[in-house]
């Protein structure tokens, strides 16, 4: 049994949102009406201002394109609280989009129905946003091409700026998935020049440009991007190398460190070995504090004096409170 007019122009609408392209086959076999109709629907479609474009023929296909303006999205409740709810925390890693984010924000909300807004309400008020570090963030722009790269499975240029290189490369890869650690986006892409696949920090890229030059997807060498990515931070070289041997099971050091799982080696039930090398001695040091008294430091003998100095910091901080005079004793 076919839909409605109304129903079926709304459904043909929400599934040209889902997917970039589709044959008129497929959407005539989802809404159980024949390709006529589907031509026909698709004509109203522009008719109202959807950009459709289509291509002739038996095997024509239909997609939704972008338009001088942008037209509505069909939105089901769970993807409309989803955006909800992304747009409140959108604010980490990405520099500039505060502003933007919370105009979406005040759009959406003004057309959610009664029960979503009360849902949406609710998750704000029992939510606090704490913001944390700093450091640099992607661009948005950067972030959204290489999303739709990802999507449509274009390959990108870019200039990218490694941590060791003082001046930027000219990149062309295959842009596999975008990946959120912390508050920082990876790139996971294979790299064209290099022929392997390499990880990157899409703050330290610029002038994302897509060549139109379509691909097949790779294999990614890993479970799935966001195990790519942790690999590839764990075993990324640092400027100072530390291991330490502690008298602890490895559930216990994750715990107390967040150290990357590959980062953790048991030697027995309970007593495993972490790396906890870094190129600021800063990181090392409190990376032992977190793991308490008993560990056993092996590394770079030139963390050496770094660490002693903060050693000393922290015992001048701490024979300065003990030689202060106590708030009672002040108040005599």
């Not at 031509?39 to 109203?44: F, L, M, Q, T, V």
């Not at 700026?161 to 920082?184: I, M, W």
């Not at 990614?220 to 931070?233: C, E, R």
Request: charged letters at 25%; a neutral charge.
């Amino acid at each position: 049994m076919t839909q409605d007019l109304p129903a079926r122009m709304l459904r043909l609408l929400s599934l040209l949102q889902t997917r970039r392209e589709w044959s008129g086959a497929e959407l005539a076999e989802r809404l159980g009406v024949t390709g006529r109709t589907v031509r026909r629907d698709i004509d109203r479609l522009r008719e109202l201002g959807y950009p459709v474009e289509g291509t002739t023929g038996h095997a024509g296909g239909y997609r939704l394109a972008a338009g001088t303006d942008l037209p509505p999205l069909l939105l089901d409740d769970e993807e409309a609280i989803a955006i909800a709810v992304a747009l409140r925390t959108a604010t980490s890693g990405v520099t500039g989009i505060e502003e933007t984010a919370v105009r979406a924000l005040a759009k959406l909300e003004q057309v959610l129905p009664a029960r979503l807004r009360h849902q949406v309400s609710a998750l704000q008020t029992a939510t606090v946003p704490l913001a944390w570090g700093g450091g640099p963030q992607a661009d948005p722009g950067a972030l959204a091409a290489l999303a739709a790269a990802c999507r449509d499975h274009e390959a990108v240029t870019f200039d990218y700026r490694s941590r060791q290189a003082t001046e930027a490369t000219a990149r062309r890869v295959e842009p596999h998935a975008l990946v959120a650690a912390g508050n920082r986006w990876y790139l996971v892409a294979h790299d064209l020049g290099k022929d392997g696949w390499r990880t990157f920090r899409v703050d330290r890229l610029a002038a994302v440009s897509p060549t139109g030059r379509r691909f097949t997807p790779r294999e990614l060498p890993a479970d799935d991007p966001a195990a790519h990515v942790a690999t590839t931070i764990a075993t990324a070289p640092a400027r100072y190398t530390a291991r330490a041997t502690v008298p602890l099971d490895a559930a216990t050091v994750r715990a107390r460190t967040g150290a990357l799982p590959e980062r953790v080696r048991p030697q027995g039930d309970h007593t495993c070995t972490v790396d906890i090398s870094a190129d600021n001695p800063l990181h090392i040091a409190v990376q032992l504090l977190n793991l308490g008294a008993g560990a056993i430091l092996h590394g770079s003998p030139e963390l050496a004096p770094h660490l002693e100095e903060l050693g000393r910091q922290l015992f001048g901080a701490g024979r300065t409170l003990s030689d202060a005079p106590s708030r009672e004793e002040a108040d005599r």
